[in-house]
């Protein structure tokens, strides 16, 4: 298991994610708690990118609910198909949202938020949770982020799909 990340100093987010991709497998490998491996996962998007929240909601009893994540206190439940997470779980397609204000029904979990990108992680064709990505800034995310994100949540699919 990796305990530090390493990455080539640049402003490319595509080589950050190409070069962080496989040291987030490192971290995950071997490991197999759910739980443990989404909170490593989301402290290195944190880290690595400097984001203002970073979590996962977790589709539970017809409900997303808070999993692991860093930032501040966070909504603990949204209803399927409300704000920016339950439109990507019912949609079950990336949200990319370069202003929250002008989304409608977007949920305020923190005023401080002003983008936001949302990723369904999907295992045979349903959503299972979502990978939430924000921004304190407007219009902080790029196409780099979103392919960057996917592959996260491609790689998030094997905790439901494997033992744990």
């Not at 305020?108 to 800034?137: F, G, K, T, W, Y």
């Not at 392919?147 to 799909?161: H, I, K, M, Y």
């Given at each position: 298991m990796a305990?530090?990340l390493?990455?080539?100093?640049t ?12 040291q ?17 996962l989301a402290a290195?998007?944190r ?5 203002f ?11 997303l609910v808070?999993?692991?994540?860093q ?16 439109a ?11 202003d929250?204000d ?15 990108v949302v ?7 349903d959503?299972v949770?979502?990978l939430?990505?924000d ?9 780099a982020?979103i392919?960057?994100?996917?592959s ?6 094997q905790f439901w799909t494997e033992?744990?």
């Amino acid at each position: 298991m990796a305990d530090t990340l390493t990455l080539t100093p640049t402003g490319d987010r595509r080589t950050q994610y190409a070069e962080l991709l496989p040291q987030l497998q490192g971290l995950v490998q071997g490991e197999p708690d759910r739980t443990a491996n989404l909170a490593n996962l989301a402290a290195a998007l944190r880290q690595t990118f400097g984001f203002f929240w970073v979590g996962f909601y977790l589709v539970k009893d017809d409900q997303l609910v808070l999993g692991p994540f860093q930032g501040d206190i966070a909504c603990t439940r949204i209803e399927h198909g409300q704000g920016v997470c339950g439109a990507a779980w019912a949609e079950a397609t990336s949200q990319w949202v370069p202003d929250v204000d002008a989304f409608p029904g977007h949920i305020a979990c923190s005023s401080l938020s002003r983008s936001e990108v949302v990723v369904p992680i999907l295992v045979d064709d349903d959503v299972v949770a979502v990978l939430d990505v924000d921004s304190d800034q407007l219009d902080a995310f790029t196409e780099a982020d979103i392919e960057g994100l996917q592959s996260v949540a491609l790689l998030c699919a094997q905790f439901w799909t494997e033992t744990h």
